[in-house]
């Protein structure tokens, strides 16, 4: 390719890229959609979050921009109606780690409880189906350890420690003692989930397509960041 070719090249690429973002802009999801038309499955988006960091508002407003649905919550609906548990029974496992004599003293003592092992079979086989089905933002779970790259976007919403305390002093009316403790042992829990789950670093960089400050960004220009790393990942997958 001679250097004129390579330039056109280039310049069609860019220009393409500016009416891509563009569509984005004006249409929201259904350009989205039209763009990724071409994949096997999904679109999808998954979001590990940052106790406090925003992660769940990040979510709603990527629901809103795009049209998509939120599973957060419903995913222990989904999990609880397959396997006749209540809700309330499954939210010990949500996300927390769970040592082996915890999980068989409970398997004695609570009634409809279902085992980690079990609850792992039952969450992966929902968030696949979830990714399958495409339009889908998922809320943590790890997810993005589970589903294939190729058909979403994996962000992860980070922010400060005092953001994050922050957030729980005025939502939980902790103290500021309390809330930073809380937030120090929800990053060591959920970083041991990720290892007894997927056998992953919860921090490693190599999960995730884009890592988002929330403290510093703000929830409406990280939607727009995500969205457009989405479009732009998406479309160049064959």
């Known amino acids: 390719?001679?250097?004129?070719?390579?330039?056109?090249?280039?310049?069609?690429?860019?220009?393409?890229?500016?009416?891509?973002?563009?569509?984005?802009?004006?249409?929201?999801?259904?350009?989205?959609?039209?763009?990724?038309?071409?994949?096997?499955?999904?679109?999808?988006?998954?979001?590990?979050?940052?106790?406090?960091?925003?992660?769940?508002?990040?979510?709603q407003g990527l629901g809103a921009r795009l049209g998509w649905q939120v599973y957060d919550k419903e995913i222990l609906g989904e999990i609880a109606k397959n396997t006749n548990t209540r809700e309330k029974v499954l939210s010990r496992l949500d996300d927390h780690a769970v040592g082996a004599f915890e999980d068989y003293v409970a398997n004695l003592l609570v009634p409809g409880h279902l085992g980690r092992s079990a609850y792992v079979v039952e969450l992966m086989r929902v968030l696949w189906a979830i990714a399958k089905q495409g339009q889908a933002i998922v809320l943590g779970r790890g997810a993005n350890w589970l589903l294939d790259p190729r058909y979403g976007l994996r962000v992860r919403a980070i922010a400060p420690v005092e953001t994050r305390a922050a957030w729980l002093m005025r939502t939980q009316a902790m103290s500021e003692a309390e809330a930073i403790r809380r937030v120090e042992e929800d990053n060591l829990d959920r970083a041991k989930f990720m290892r007894q789950v997927y056998k992953q670093e919860i921090d490693n960089p190599m999960g995730y397509d884009l890592v988002v400050n929330l403290g510093t960004l703000g929830i409406e220009p990280a939607v727009e960041v995500v969205v457009a790393a989405l479009s732009s990942k998406l479309t160049a997958v064959e």
Request: no cysteine.
């Open 1 to 59: 390719m001679n250097d004129s070719s390579h330039v056109g090249h280039l310049i069609n690429r860019q220009v393409s890229l500016w009416e891509s973002k563009r569509r984005v802009q004006v249409e929201g999801g259904a350009a989205i959609l039209h763009m990724l038309a071409h994949l096997p499955e999904g679109p999808w988006i998954t979001i590990s979050t940052q106790l406090g960091a925003g992660g769940p508002e990040l979510a």
